[in-house]
């Protein structure tokens, strides 16, 4: 069983900064990327970061610059530094993992945390 757990949203004004972190527990292994998503009020979760196992990182283009993702492999937890917010990062934050190498699994998804920017 794989376990996720994400942490550190909140509602700020426009322009602050928020730093989300993500664990991952249970049997997950050998993870390949990791990946920040997030939900506005439509079904679709849209990727907002990801960072290999080698620490090659991509974002949507809506956030480059403004957030940064990072990993810490002995822990299997994420960050997702994000700064400059705008109201339009409003959404729940959701993280996920590929693990398993080759098997490339998917864990199942967390509770996420939202994400509030309002003046």
């Known amino acids: 069983q794989v376990r996720l757990v994400e942490s550190g949203g909140g509602l700020v004004q426009p322009g602050e900064s928020l730093r989300l972190s993500c664990e991952a527990s249970g049997t997950v292994f050998n993870i390949n990327s990791m990946g920040w998503y997030r939900q506005f009020s439509r079904p679709q979760r849209e990727l907002v970061a990801a960072?290999?196992?080698?620490?090659?990182?991509a974002y949507h283009d809506s956030v480059k610059g403004r957030f940064t993702i990072s990993r810490d492999n002995s822990k299997n937890t994420m960050t997702l530094q994000m700064n400059s917010l705008e109201p339009e990062d409003t959404a729940v934050y959701y993280c996920?993992?590929?693990?398993?190498?080759?098997?490339?699994?998917?864990?199942?998804w967390g509770q996420g945390t939202q994400v509030t920017v309002s003046p």
């Open positions: 960072i290999t196992s080698e620490g090659r990182t």
């Open positions: 996920n993992v590929d693990y398993a190498g080759d098997r490339h699994l998917a864990a199942p």
